[in-house]
Protein backbone atom coordinates (compact mmCIF):
# COMPACT_ATOMS: atom_id res chain seq x y z
CA UNK A 1 0.00 0.00 0.00
CA UNK A 2 2.31 2.88 1.15
CA UNK A 3 5.08 2.06 -1.72
CA UNK A 4 1.83 2.20 -4.54
CA UNK A 5 0.34 5.46 -2.70
CA UNK A 6 4.50 7.33 -2.80
CA UNK A 7 4.75 5.69 -6.13
CA UNK A 8 1.72 7.84 -7.54
CA UNK A 9 3.00 10.78 -5.71
CA UNK A 10 6.39 10.48 -7.23
CA UNK A 11 5.15 10.04 -10.89
CA UNK A 12 2.75 12.99 -10.39
CA UNK A 13 6.08 14.79 -9.59
CA UNK A 14 8.32 13.21 -12.48
CA UNK A 15 5.44 14.03 -14.73
CA UNK A 16 5.42 17.72 -13.88
CA UNK A 17 9.59 18.07 -13.92
CA UNK A 18 9.22 16.58 -16.98
CA UNK A 19 6.55 19.38 -18.38
CA UNK A 20 9.03 21.86 -17.15
CA UNK A 21 12.07 20.45 -18.93
CA UNK A 22 10.25 19.73 -21.93
CA UNK A 23 10.80 15.74 -21.69
CA UNK A 24 8.56 12.80 -21.41
CA UNK A 25 7.87 10.75 -18.61
CA UNK A 26 8.51 7.38 -20.16
CA UNK A 27 12.90 8.90 -20.21
CA UNK A 28 13.00 8.36 -16.30
CA UNK A 29 14.03 5.25 -14.70
CA UNK A 30 12.85 4.53 -11.42
CA UNK A 31 15.14 2.83 -9.20
CA UNK A 32 13.51 2.08 -5.56
CA UNK A 33 16.35 2.08 -3.67
CA UNK A 34 15.53 -0.70 -0.87
CA UNK A 35 18.86 -0.73 2.02
CA UNK A 36 16.72 0.39 4.41
CA UNK A 37 13.42 -1.62 4.02
CA UNK A 38 12.33 -5.71 4.28
CA UNK A 39 12.28 -8.20 1.93
CA UNK A 40 8.88 -7.45 1.84
CA UNK A 41 8.54 -3.95 0.94
CA UNK A 42 11.08 -4.62 -1.78
CA UNK A 43 8.66 -7.33 -2.82
CA UNK A 44 5.79 -4.48 -2.78
CA UNK A 45 7.87 -2.16 -5.30
CA UNK A 46 7.94 -5.23 -7.64
CA UNK A 47 3.90 -5.16 -7.17
CA UNK A 48 3.82 -1.84 -7.37
CA UNK A 49 5.50 -2.10 -11.02
CA UNK A 50 8.85 -0.68 -10.56
CA UNK A 51 11.40 -3.68 -11.58
CA UNK A 52 15.02 -1.48 -10.79
CA UNK A 53 16.16 -2.08 -7.73
CA UNK A 54 19.05 -0.45 -5.82
CA UNK A 55 21.43 -1.32 -3.14
CA UNK A 56 24.48 0.25 -1.56
CA UNK A 57 26.38 -2.49 0.55
CA UNK A 58 27.22 -5.70 -1.01
CA UNK A 59 26.02 -7.79 2.29
CA UNK A 60 22.67 -5.84 1.89
CA UNK A 61 22.32 -6.59 -1.84
CA UNK A 62 23.03 -10.11 -1.20
CA UNK A 63 20.10 -11.03 1.08
CA UNK A 64 17.83 -9.47 -1.10
CA UNK A 65 19.02 -10.92 -4.04
CA UNK A 66 18.42 -14.42 -2.62
CA UNK A 67 14.85 -13.25 -2.03
CA UNK A 68 13.80 -11.88 -4.90
CA UNK A 69 16.89 -13.06 -7.24
CA UNK A 70 16.46 -12.43 -11.13
CA UNK A 71 12.37 -10.87 -11.18
CA UNK A 72 14.20 -7.85 -10.43
CA UNK A 73 16.64 -5.56 -12.24
CA UNK A 74 19.29 -4.53 -10.02
CA UNK A 75 21.36 -1.54 -9.47
CA UNK A 76 24.38 -1.76 -7.20
CA UNK A 77 24.35 1.60 -6.05
CA UNK A 78 27.08 2.00 -2.93
CA UNK A 79 31.14 2.06 -2.57
CA UNK A 80 32.55 -0.78 -4.04
CA UNK A 81 35.41 -2.54 -2.45
CA UNK A 82 37.32 -4.47 -5.10
CA UNK A 83 37.10 -7.76 -3.02
CA UNK A 84 33.45 -8.24 -2.81
CA UNK A 85 33.30 -7.99 -6.60
CA UNK A 86 33.14 -11.57 -6.84
CA UNK A 87 30.72 -11.95 -4.93
CA UNK A 88 28.41 -9.86 -6.59
CA UNK A 89 29.56 -9.35 -10.14
CA UNK A 90 27.22 -12.28 -11.68
CA UNK A 91 24.01 -10.59 -9.83
CA UNK A 92 24.30 -7.21 -10.35
CA UNK A 93 23.15 -5.23 -13.77
CA UNK A 94 24.29 -2.49 -13.40
CA UNK A 95 27.38 -0.85 -11.21
CA UNK A 96 26.49 2.98 -10.44
CA UNK A 97 29.73 3.46 -8.69
CA UNK A 98 33.23 2.89 -10.87
CA UNK A 99 35.42 5.24 -9.69
CA UNK A 100 39.10 3.60 -9.73
CA UNK A 101 40.91 1.79 -12.16
CA UNK A 102 41.47 -1.05 -9.72
CA UNK A 103 38.18 -1.42 -9.25
CA UNK A 104 37.27 -1.67 -13.30
CA UNK A 105 40.38 -4.37 -13.23
CA UNK A 106 38.87 -6.71 -10.40
CA UNK A 107 35.01 -6.08 -12.82
CA UNK A 108 36.99 -7.43 -16.14
CA UNK A 109 38.47 -10.22 -14.76
CA UNK A 110 35.53 -11.53 -12.55
CA UNK A 111 32.64 -10.86 -15.23
CA UNK A 112 31.76 -13.41 -17.75
CA UNK A 113 30.28 -10.64 -19.75
CA UNK A 114 30.27 -6.85 -20.68
CA UNK A 115 28.88 -4.94 -17.42
CA UNK A 116 26.87 -1.53 -17.86
CA UNK A 117 28.63 0.82 -15.40
CA UNK A 118 28.42 4.21 -14.69
CA UNK A 119 31.85 6.62 -13.76
CA UNK A 120 30.80 8.28 -10.47
CA UNK A 121 31.87 12.02 -10.17
CA UNK A 122 32.08 14.04 -7.95
CA UNK A 123 31.97 17.82 -9.19
CA UNK A 124 31.38 19.71 -5.44
CA UNK A 125 34.56 18.86 -3.95
CA UNK A 126 33.28 17.56 -1.00
CA UNK A 127 35.76 14.93 0.43
CA UNK A 128 33.08 12.63 2.05
CA UNK A 129 31.90 11.56 -1.36
CA UNK A 130 33.25 9.17 -3.90
CA UNK A 131 33.99 9.93 -7.58
CA UNK A 132 36.04 11.46 -10.02
CA UNK A 133 36.80 14.68 -10.11
CA UNK A 134 35.57 16.77 -13.50
CA UNK A 135 39.21 17.23 -14.64
CA UNK A 136 39.66 13.27 -14.69
CA UNK A 137 36.67 12.14 -16.26
CA UNK A 138 37.43 11.65 -19.85
CA UNK A 139 41.20 10.34 -19.54
CA UNK A 140 40.10 7.68 -16.92
CA UNK A 141 37.20 6.98 -19.28
CA UNK A 142 39.92 6.76 -22.41
CA UNK A 143 41.53 4.08 -20.27
CA UNK A 144 39.29 1.92 -19.46
CA UNK A 145 38.98 0.58 -22.93
CA UNK A 146 41.47 -2.04 -21.99
CA UNK A 147 38.57 -3.57 -20.01
CA UNK A 148 36.53 -5.54 -22.20
CA UNK A 149 34.14 -6.50 -19.65
CA UNK A 150 33.49 -2.62 -18.83
CA UNK A 151 30.94 -0.87 -20.73
CA UNK A 152 30.53 2.78 -19.71
CA UNK A 153 26.85 3.77 -20.02
CA UNK A 154 26.68 6.82 -18.33
CA UNK A 155 28.12 9.28 -15.59
CA UNK A 156 26.26 8.97 -11.76
CA UNK A 157 26.49 11.97 -9.23
CA UNK A 158 25.64 12.60 -5.66
CA UNK A 159 24.43 16.04 -4.90
CA UNK A 160 25.18 17.18 -1.45
CA UNK A 161 22.58 17.06 1.06
CA UNK A 162 21.73 20.84 1.21
CA UNK A 163 19.05 23.12 0.89
CA UNK A 164 20.85 25.20 -1.48
CA UNK A 165 19.00 23.88 -4.92
CA UNK A 166 21.04 26.54 -6.93
CA UNK A 167 23.79 24.69 -5.89
CA UNK A 168 22.55 21.42 -6.49
CA UNK A 169 21.11 22.50 -10.04
CA UNK A 170 24.91 23.95 -11.03
CA UNK A 171 25.63 20.32 -10.06
CA UNK A 172 23.40 17.96 -12.24
CA UNK A 173 24.26 20.56 -14.98
CA UNK A 174 28.08 20.12 -14.61
CA UNK A 175 27.34 16.70 -14.80
CA UNK A 176 25.17 16.76 -17.71
CA UNK A 177 28.03 18.69 -19.82
CA UNK A 178 30.61 16.32 -19.01
CA UNK A 179 27.97 13.10 -19.84
CA UNK A 180 27.58 14.81 -23.11
CA UNK A 181 31.49 15.62 -23.70
CA UNK A 182 31.95 11.95 -23.15
CA UNK A 183 29.12 10.50 -25.82
CA UNK A 184 30.63 13.04 -28.54
CA UNK A 185 33.74 11.09 -28.11
CA UNK A 186 31.94 8.07 -29.34
CA UNK A 187 33.79 5.62 -27.56
CA UNK A 188 32.94 2.57 -28.64
CA UNK A 189 33.32 1.16 -24.89
CA UNK A 190 31.69 4.60 -23.42
CA UNK A 191 28.23 4.81 -25.18
CA UNK A 192 27.98 7.00 -22.22
CA UNK A 193 23.94 7.84 -23.08
CA UNK A 194 23.03 7.71 -19.40
CA UNK A 195 22.83 9.99 -16.52
CA UNK A 196 22.14 8.32 -13.00
CA UNK A 197 21.09 11.47 -10.95
CA UNK A 198 18.63 12.79 -8.17
CA UNK A 199 17.43 11.04 -4.87
CA UNK A 200 14.38 11.51 -2.34
CA UNK A 201 15.53 15.33 -2.16
CA UNK A 202 16.51 16.29 -5.15
CA UNK A 203 14.96 14.30 -7.93
CA UNK A 204 12.61 16.79 -9.47
CA UNK A 205 15.91 19.03 -10.26
CA UNK A 206 17.95 16.52 -11.74
CA UNK A 207 15.10 15.98 -14.03
CA UNK A 208 15.16 19.46 -15.26
CA UNK A 209 18.73 18.43 -15.62
CA UNK A 210 18.89 15.49 -17.89
CA UNK A 211 18.69 12.51 -15.36
CA UNK A 212 17.12 9.61 -17.06
CA UNK A 213 17.80 7.31 -14.02
CA UNK A 214 16.79 8.76 -10.58
CA UNK A 215 17.30 6.47 -7.31
CA UNK A 216 14.86 6.96 -4.76
CA UNK A 217 14.96 5.12 -1.54
CA UNK A 218 13.00 7.45 1.60
CA UNK A 219 10.32 9.00 -0.89
CA UNK A 220 9.74 5.82 -2.76
CA UNK A 221 9.50 3.05 -0.10
CA UNK A 222 9.98 4.66 3.21
CA UNK A 223 12.49 3.55 6.01
CA UNK A 224 12.10 0.65 8.50
CA UNK A 225 15.22 0.69 9.89
C1 LIG B 1 20.64 5.69 -0.23
C2 LIG B 1 20.98 6.15 -1.59
C3 LIG B 1 20.01 6.70 -2.43
C4 LIG B 1 18.57 6.94 -2.01
O1 LIG B 1 18.49 7.87 -0.98
P1 LIG B 1 17.13 8.62 -0.58
O2 LIG B 1 17.56 9.98 -0.16
O3 LIG B 1 16.53 7.83 0.52
O4 LIG B 1 16.26 8.66 -1.80
C5 LIG B 1 20.40 7.06 -3.70
N1 LIG B 1 21.66 6.90 -4.14
C6 LIG B 1 22.62 6.38 -3.36
C7 LIG B 1 24.00 6.23 -3.91
C8 LIG B 1 22.32 5.99 -2.06
O5 LIG B 1 23.29 5.48 -1.28
Redo the contacts with the bound molecule.
Keep these: MIVSENLEKVRLKIDQACRRANRRPEEIRVIA?T?YVSDERALAVLEAGIHDLGE?RDDGFLNKWEKIGERATWHF??TLQSRKVKKVIDKVDYIHSLDRLSLAKEIDKRAEHPVKCFVQVNVSGEETKHGLRAGDVVSFIEQLEAYKNIIVVGLMT?APYTDDTEWIRDIFKRVRALQQTVKEKKFLHAPCTELSMG???DFEIAIEEGATFI?????LVGKEF
Design positions: VKNIGMMSNRLGTA
